[in-house]
């Protein structure tokens, strides 16, 4: 196929949020879209690196009210977008190990309850009842949501991107876009290896690479890239069908099922920011360790695959939704660990902010590039 030269709106980006973006776009209505992806596949950047989980458990009321959307979105995804993405509510559990952090999430916990999130609250005492197979003397207490889970990342960026191609958008990997086309202060459209494509709108949804793409367009994106990885393990028999998705939360250490066995991840707190997405194994040495102390059963199963890729992390661990000071060019980024579980919501905000100048479903103005230069941050707590 050619690549059009002309479009009414060119997508950069085809992981979760330039795939809802382009499908929530020609779903409004747009039928000239160009999505590009530089990569052979769609779906292989952070979202295809993601651990699928979604959570209703955030601290912010902005991230709850984003969850409150996007996960309904996920539930009816298989009836209004015809792929099966396999939601499996098996539940969130976050174990707190110091009174500081049972402190902030009652709090957390009443506001996400107050919004509707209906998360509950149980005791040290009941949570080793339930988990029986691990270590967890020192956990004081947890928050638990049933509705929370996992759901598979690859579905989800394959039903937006072929939705969006049956309503006519034009979608292209192995299109890497070189240029950010500018005439003064408004885009012009882009350039690829080679190609120029004129269009009046173009979306950087190129997640932890938006600080590049945006310095192409002169713009500042204050977007980190920080490594992080996982590993899967083996049968597990053990495993009880009701084992939830764990998070350590002080540790920032989580498992979850995975095939008869394990998935299981630690943030890095001394990662340093930049493009590696190869497995740090001394770092994996650290995560197992931990891993171990909380379910000693894991020393006596195998590996079967690890997986590292890249938050795309801001100042404030919020989104940046929106308009830029460059007329034409919108941002969607900036999720900064958990933007999968909020991409079916993120790319309808956008189909409106681009079509009615604001998004009304969720009010996102707060979420601007302009708050990081007047000083308007939202900090998330909840972050893993
Ligand atoms: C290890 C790990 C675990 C995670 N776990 C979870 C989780 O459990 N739940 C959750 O909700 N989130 C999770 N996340 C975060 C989530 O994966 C991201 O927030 C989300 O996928 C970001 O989507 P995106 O579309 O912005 O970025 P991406 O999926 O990275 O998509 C951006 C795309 O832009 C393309 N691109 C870049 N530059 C160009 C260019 N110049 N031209 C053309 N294309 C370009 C890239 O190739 C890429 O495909 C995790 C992330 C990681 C790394």
């Known amino acids: 196929m050619i690549l059009p030269r002309t479009a009414e709106a060119i997508v950069v980006g085809g992981g979760v949020m330039g795939a809802s973006t382009a499908y929530h776009l020609a779903l409004a209505g747009m039928r000239d879209i160009l999505l590009l992806e530089r990569e052979e596949f769609f779906g292989t950047g952070a979202t295809g690196r993601c651990a699928g989980g979604v959570r209703y458990q955030f601290a912010t009321e902005i991230n709850i009210r984003l969850s409150l959307e996007s996960l309904p979105m996920l539930e009816r995804f298989k009836e209004e977008i015809g792929q099966e993405i396999d939601y499996r509510k098996i539940g969130y559990i976050f174990l707190l190990t110091n009174q500081e952090d049972v402190i902030n999430f009652k709090r957390i916990v009443d506001q996400q309850n107050h919004l509707g999130a209906q998360t509950q609250w149980l005791n040290g005492a009941e949570i080793q009842r339930w988990l029986p197979l691990m270590c967890l003397k020192d956990v004081i207490a947890g928050s638990f949501n049933p509705r929370d889970g996992l759901v598979d990342p690859n579905g989800v960026v394959m039903g937006y991107i072929n939705a969006a191609q049956r309503m006519g958008c034009n979608t292209f990997t192995g299109t890497s876009v070189t240029s950010i086309l500018r005439r003064s202060n408004r885009v012009v459209g882009v350039k690829t290896q080679g190609e120029e494509i004129s269009s009046p709108v173009v979306v950087d949804a190129t997640g932890p690479w938006a ?67 190869n497995i740090d194994p001394e770092w994996e040495l650290v995560h197992l360790d931990a891993a171990i102390d909380r379910l000693p059963l894991l020393e006596s199963v195998g590996l079967i695959s690890r997986v590292a890729g890249l938050y795309e992390v801001t100042p404030d661990a919020h989104p940046i939704f929106g308009k830029t000071p460059v007329e034409g060019y919108y941002i969607v980024t900036g999720f900064s660990g958990h933007g999968f579980m909020h991409g079916p919501i993120a790319g309808m905000l956008m189909s409106e902010i681009i079509l009615n100048g604001r998004a009304s479903t969720v009010d996102v103005s707060m979420l601007d590039l302009a708050r990081f230069s007047e000083g308007r941050l939202i900090q998330e707590y909840n972050v893993v």
Do not use: C
């Open 211 to 277: 600080g590049s793409t945006g310095q192409m367009a002169g713009l500042e994106i204050p977007i980190t890239p920080l490594r992080r990885q996982w590993l899967t393990t083996t049968a597990i028999h053990e495993l009880p069908p009701d084992f939830p998705f764990v998070i350590d939360f002080a540790q920032s250490l989580y498992f979850h099922p995975e095939g008869q066995g394990l998935l299981t991840g630690m943030s890095n707190p001394h990662e340093k920011p930049g493009f590696n997405q």
